[in-house]
């Protein structure tokens, strides 16, 4: 049988059901997702050195003849260790690999080995490789090049998959190029199947980063694209008038539970505006986590409900949806003519603080008895019908693609689109993502906030910390335990969820009530937990990230970030906004498990400032630009490639978008390029 880029994954010599079953948790089913199935970073292996020259941390591949090998147990018995010696004519070397006993097997005395990896002579000063690559010599796939790494999830393991990539690329031939070949000669690009191919397996540096402009060119362009046909759509679509009641909205603002800063004000007054014209509005809210955003949102949907229209709030995650939804819900009870909230997530359906069905809240909406809706990507999966939806909130708005976007938009009359980010964006980059876009920004902190104190803890230094919190928690505060995992893994080395809390049951006071919560839980367990948190039921919630995004708990005023070296700077940013919501003084502790000289500038960066924009420049200067968005998978989704600081690259991308849309709006003459476009914009990616 001949391999076809549409055959499936388990075409490929090697990939059996088990691991098609761990490929399809990558999203990977068919011989073409593997091709496209990018390496998140590389080894550069191509120094091929002879084995007498080797120093100690050269990085290199080494080609020899194994003379002995053989395993053995370590001496604690935790883990099997194979040695093998390598030598060839200008010397020899030891290499030994952890638990894989089999490799006695494989490499047996007088095979011929390539291995790559990192020479180490502290081993009383004998040099070796720990842990190497290898494949016969002569391969090269594993060795001897720049080597790709990709992100691996079950029992797949990284020999297997770059194996399998190997194998799919034989047909990257097959891959369209959509790109029209004035353009690909103006930047001198090649061709796209040899990018793909290149931006696995390069030759050189030279190559790679030929490859990585190439797709980065596609992906922005095809973006930039979309986009257009967006706004294009939308721009010449009418829009319901808002009708502005002042009065109403002067009396709403005095009933909130506290005075609206000079920026949340001005911010609220924008959207009013815009809601009020008949052309959809397009604004972006940034400020930076604790700034008050809600309450803006808030007043923008009161006045959509007063006028009789209704509004949607998209939240990315369960937790943030129930958040929002109860203060919504807190908001606008205080003014009975604003009218009931609901919630729609994959688990919940609530009318104000009911639980009902999902049949009685689409009635409900049907019938224009609901005219809020607070929910998750739920939201669009379940094609709810909204009357009169005159305005859609989209929190986190980086969180969700220009397709789900779109999905809640592509109604008559078009509604106005506020979306709200806590990631510092510069305008001008924000503009060359989003578009043609109006920009509010809350520059200013509610008052009373105080910055907060952030300390670096080393394991001498944990009792202590330990203790000045039971003290704060016998005073009446909360405090939140994030961890790395949530269960206890070897492999990683990093504190998880279970391991910590069962620890700190056994050593703080039994007064001190400890809760769990991780994104593994059933979601009304995720939602009774918060609750009880909130409620003061729980003292210390430990937890991974899910408290991550928009957590608002004021009465929470300590968190101790547990492996703190093992977060980016902007998600610390993040994390640490979960405290320091009220004018109580708070604490967040850093706790590393780990320490190097990256980690070292980022952890001391947050002990600094705790200004969003100043770490989100540290964070793009230590780590690259993908970490000012946070994690890969949820944080800049129309993107694999491409990121912020590929500002340069945006622009030019779209300036050739406006240009070839200008001469051929349809993009008749270009059909490869409109089916791209085409099928980017239908292909729906979910969670
Ligand atoms: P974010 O911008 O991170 O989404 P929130 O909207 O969750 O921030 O607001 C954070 C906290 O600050 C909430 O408890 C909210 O009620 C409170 N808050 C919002 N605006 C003000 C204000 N002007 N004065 C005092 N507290 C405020
Ligand atoms: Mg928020």
Same mark, same amino acid.
Request: glycine share 6%.
């Given at each position: 049988m001949s391999l076809h880029?549409? @055959?499936?994954?388990? @075409?490929?010599?090697?990939?059996g059901a088990l691991a098609a079953k761990d490929l399809r948790n990558l999203g990977i089913v068919s011989v073409r997702d593997l091709v496209l199935y990018l390496p998140y970073r590389y080894e550069d292996y191509s120094v091929v050195r002879p084995i007498g020259s080797l120093r100690h941390d050269d990085t290199v591949t080494v080609t020899g003849r194994v003379r002995q090998i053989e395993s053995r147990a370590s001496k604690n018995r935790k883990v099997t260790l194979t040695e093998a010696i390598v030598e060839n004519e200008t010397g020899e070397i030891k290499v030994t690999w952890f638990n894989q006993p089999y490799l006695e097997k494989t490499l047996r005395a007088g095979f011929r080995i390539s291995v790559a990896g990192r020479v180490d @002579?502290?081993?009383? &000063?004998v040099r070796t490789i720990v842990s190497p690559v290898w494949e016969p010599a002569g391969d090269r796939v594993h060795t001897g090049r720049i080597v790709p790494v990709y992100g691996l999830t079950g029992t797949l393991t990284m020999r297997r998959l770059r194996g399998a990539i190997e194998h799919a690329l !034989?047909?990257?031939?097959?891959?369209?190029?959509?790109?029209p070949a004035e353009i690909r000669d103006e930047e001198s690009f090649p061709a796209r199947d040899v990018a793909i191919r290149n931006v696995h397996f390069p030759e050189s540096r030279a190559e790679l980063d030929a490859a990585i402009s190439r797709l980065k060119f596609d992906e922005l362009l095809i973006h930039q694209l979309m986009f257009a046909q967006v706004r294009k759509e939308r721009a010449v679509r009418p829009a319901t008038s808002v009708a502005t009641d002042a009065e109403f909205l002067k009396s709403f603002v005095q009933s909130l539970p506290f005075p609206l800063t000079q920026a949340q004000r001005r911010s609220a007054w924008e959207i009013v505006q815009d809601c009020a014209l008949e052309r959809p509005m397009n604004r972006l809210l940034e400020g930076d986590v604790g700034s008050g955003k809600t309450a803006v949102a808030a007043i923008a949907i009161a006045g959509v409900l007063r006028a009789n229209h209704a509004a949607a709030y998209l939240a990315p995650t369960e937790i943030l949806a129930s958040q929002q939804h109860a203060a919504l819900g807190r908001f606008f009870s205080l003014d009975d003519s604003v009218g009931l909230v609901g919630l729609l997530t994959a688990s919940q359906a609530k009318i104000g603080g009911e639980s009902v069905t999902r049949k009685e809240l689409f009635a409900a909406v049907a019938d224009g008895r609901l005219r809020c809706l607070v929910g998750t990507h739920a939201l669009l999966q379940q094609g709810i019908e909204i009357p009169g939806l005159a305005l859609v909130v989209v929190d986190?708005?980086?969180? $969700?693609g220009v397709q789900q976007r779109k999905a809640l938009l592509d109604r008559l009359p078009a509604p106005h689109l506020l979306s709200m980010t806590a !990631?510092?964006?510069p305008r001008s980059l924000a503009l060359t993502i989003y578009g043609d876009l109006d920009l509010s920004i809350l520059d200013e902190m509610p008052k009373g906030r105080k910055p907060v104190a952030t300390k670096l803890v080393f394991d001498k230094e944990r009792a202590a910390m330990w203790t000045q919190i039971v003290a704060e928690i016998a005073l009446g505060r909360q405090a939140f335990v994030v961890c790395p995992l949530i269960d206890p893994s070897d492999a990683l080395g990093a504190k998880s969820v279970t391991e910590v809390a069962a620890m700190l049951q056994r050593a703080l006071p039994r007064t001190v009530r400890v809760g769990i919560l991780h994104g593994k839980l059933p979601s009304d367990e995720k939602a009774a937990m918060i609750a009880a948190f909130r409620d003061r039921a729980v003292d210390l919630l430990v937890s991974?990230?899910? #408290?991550?995004? +928009? #957590? %608002?708990?004021?009465?929470?005023?300590m968190m101790v970030i547990v &492996?703190?070296?093992? $977060?980016g700077l902007s998600q610390l940013h993040q994390l640490r906004g979960? #405290? +320091?919501?009220?004018d109580i003084a708070s604490t967040c502790y850093l706790a590393p498990d780990g320490w190097s000289p990256d980690a070292k500038e980022r952890l001391t960066a947050m002990t600094r400032t705790t200004n969003g924009f100043e770490l989100a420049e540290i964070d793009l200067k230590l780590r690259?630009?993908?970490?000012v968005f946070g994690s890969a998978q949820s944080g $800049?989704? %129309? $993107?694999k490639l491409a990121t912020p600081a590929d500002v340069p690259l945006m622009k030019k991308t779209r300036d050739v978008a406006s240009r070839i849309l200008a001469a051929d709006p349809e993009l008749e003459g270009h059909p490869l390029l409109r089916e791209f476009v085409t099928v980017s914009l239908d292909e729906v990616h979910l969670e």
């Amino acid at each position: 049988m001949s391999l076809h880029l549409s @055959s499936p994954v388990t @075409s490929i010599p090697g990939i059996g059901a088990l691991a098609a079953k761990d490929l399809r948790n990558l999203g990977i089913v068919s011989v073409r997702d593997l091709v496209l199935y990018l390496p998140y970073r590389y080894e550069d292996y191509s120094v091929v050195r002879p084995i007498g020259s080797l120093r100690h941390d050269d990085t290199v591949t080494v080609t020899g003849r194994v003379r002995q090998i053989e395993s053995r147990a370590s001496k604690n018995r935790k883990v099997t260790l194979t040695e093998a010696i390598v030598e060839n004519e200008t010397g020899e070397i030891k290499v030994t690999w952890f638990n894989q006993p089999y490799l006695e097997k494989t490499l047996r005395a007088g095979f011929r080995i390539s291995v790559a990896g990192r020479v180490d @002579s502290r081993f009383g &000063g004998v040099r070796t490789i720990v842990s190497p690559v290898w494949e016969p010599a002569g391969d090269r796939v594993h060795t001897g090049r720049i080597v790709p790494v990709y992100g691996l999830t079950g029992t797949l393991t990284m020999r297997r998959l770059r194996g399998a990539i190997e194998h799919a690329l !034989t047909v990257a031939a097959e891959l369209v190029d959509f790109l029209p070949a004035e353009i690909r000669d103006e930047e001198s690009f090649p061709a796209r199947d040899v990018a793909i191919r290149n931006v696995h397996f390069p030759e050189s540096r030279a190559e790679l980063d030929a490859a990585i402009s190439r797709l980065k060119f596609d992906e922005l362009l095809i973006h930039q694209l979309m986009f257009a046909q967006v706004r294009k759509e939308r721009a010449v679509r009418p829009a319901t008038s808002v009708a502005t009641d002042a009065e109403f909205l002067k009396s709403f603002v005095q009933s909130l539970p506290f005075p609206l800063t000079q920026a949340q004000r001005r911010s609220a007054w924008e959207i009013v505006q815009d809601c009020a014209l008949e052309r959809p509005m397009n604004r972006l809210l940034e400020g930076d986590v604790g700034s008050g955003k809600t309450a803006v949102a808030a007043i923008a949907i009161a006045g959509v409900l007063r006028a009789n229209h209704a509004a949607a709030y998209l939240a990315p995650t369960e937790i943030l949806a129930s958040q929002q939804h109860a203060a919504l819900g807190r908001f606008f009870s205080l003014d009975d003519s604003v009218g009931l909230v609901g919630l729609l997530t994959a688990s919940q359906a609530k009318i104000g603080g009911e639980s009902v069905t999902r049949k009685e809240l689409f009635a409900a909406v049907a019938d224009g008895r609901l005219r809020c809706l607070v929910g998750t990507h739920a939201l669009l999966q379940q094609g709810i019908e909204i009357p009169g939806l005159a305005l859609v909130v989209v929190d986190e708005q980086h969180r $969700f693609g220009v397709q789900q976007r779109k999905a809640l938009l592509d109604r008559l009359p078009a509604p106005h689109l506020l979306s709200m980010t806590a !990631t510092p964006i510069p305008r001008s980059l924000a503009l060359t993502i989003y578009g043609d876009l109006d920009l509010s920004i809350l520059d200013e902190m509610p008052k009373g906030r105080k910055p907060v104190a952030t300390k670096l803890v080393f394991d001498k230094e944990r009792a202590a910390m330990w203790t000045q919190i039971v003290a704060e928690i016998a005073l009446g505060r909360q405090a939140f335990v994030v961890c790395p995992l949530i269960d206890p893994s070897d492999a990683l080395g990093a504190k998880s969820v279970t391991e910590v809390a069962a620890m700190l049951q056994r050593a703080l006071p039994r007064t001190v009530r400890v809760g769990i919560l991780h994104g593994k839980l059933p979601s009304d367990e995720k939602a009774a937990m918060i609750a009880a948190f909130r409620d003061r039921a729980v003292d210390l919630l430990v937890s991974t990230t899910v #408290v991550e995004v +928009g #957590v %608002d708990i004021p009465n929470a005023t300590m968190m101790v970030i547990v &492996g703190a070296e093992r $977060f980016g700077l902007s998600q610390l940013h993040q994390l640490r906004g979960r #405290v +320091g919501r009220s004018d109580i003084a708070s604490t967040c502790y850093l706790a590393p498990d780990g320490w190097s000289p990256d980690a070292k500038e980022r952890l001391t960066a947050m002990t600094r400032t705790t200004n969003g924009f100043e770490l989100a420049e540290i964070d793009l200067k230590l780590r690259g630009a993908g970490n000012v968005f946070g994690s890969a998978q949820s944080g $800049f989704p %129309d $993107f694999k490639l491409a990121t912020p600081a590929d500002v340069p690259l945006m622009k030019k991308t779209r300036d050739v978008a406006s240009r070839i849309l200008a001469a051929d709006p349809e993009l008749e003459g270009h059909p490869l390029l409109r089916e791209f476009v085409t099928v980017s914009l239908d292909e729906v990616h979910l969670e």
